[in-house]
């Protein structure tokens, strides 16, 4: 059987972008998420009560995950309703664009994203995601009015934290090409 949930939430925030061209050769853009969710009506016993069930459902027992057998019975369960912040929403995001053009020949850019400290809930636990800030950088070099080569770094510092609960960790990347416009 499926039930309905009571519990609501409402988030509020706010996002600002400030972009400035310097001049001809140098411009950048800064932009930010401030962010808090809010939950209400949250039953933090269905998280354990669903992963009781999902194992007893493949043969294990449930005592990992439930206080006794009763608990794996969903209208056996009472409900324990709580308001609370979602920390599962990092209540900042945000990045930045630098791009230089020395010539008319050359552009290197620099990319970066960061985000605060989150907390991946589910039904089989809790999954902590630390502060993280990424940075990239791309040189290309213009060839021929529609053509280009480039080489690119993304995650520089070689940051290997998960961005998201089960998400590969994901260290240095390296990328170089052509990119030709038709």
């Known amino acids: 059987t499926y039930q309905n949930i009571k519990e609501t939430s409402r988030q509020i925030g706010a996002t600002a972008e400030v972009g400035v061209v310097v001049n001809k050769n140098v411009n950048f853009r800064l932009f930010g998420t401030l962010q808090k969710t809010d939950l209400k009506d949250h039953d933090t016993y269905t998280g354990r009560k669903t992963a009781a069930m999902t194992a007893v459902a493949y043969g294990y ?43 008319d020949k050359w552009t290197f850019t620099s990319t970066g994203y960061g985000f605060t400290e989150q907390t991946y809930i589910h039904q089989y636990g809790r999954f902590n995601i630390p502060s993280k800030m990424l940075v990239n950088l791309r040189a290309a070099y213009k060839f021929t009015r529609n053509g280009s080569i480039f080489v690119s770094v993304n995650n520089v510092f070689n940051s290997t934290s998960h961005e998201f609960g089960f998400m590969d960790k994901t260290g240095i990347q390296w990328y170089w090409g052509v990119h030709v416009i038709f």
Do not use: C, I, K, R
């Open 61 to 103: 027992p449930a005592s990992e995950w439930a206080d006794d057998e009763a608990d794996v019975q969903w209208d056996q369960v009472t409900p324990n309703y709580v308001d609370s912040v979602n920390v599962a929403t990092p209540s900042f995001y945000g990045g930045f664009e630098v791009n230089w053009l020395p010539t």
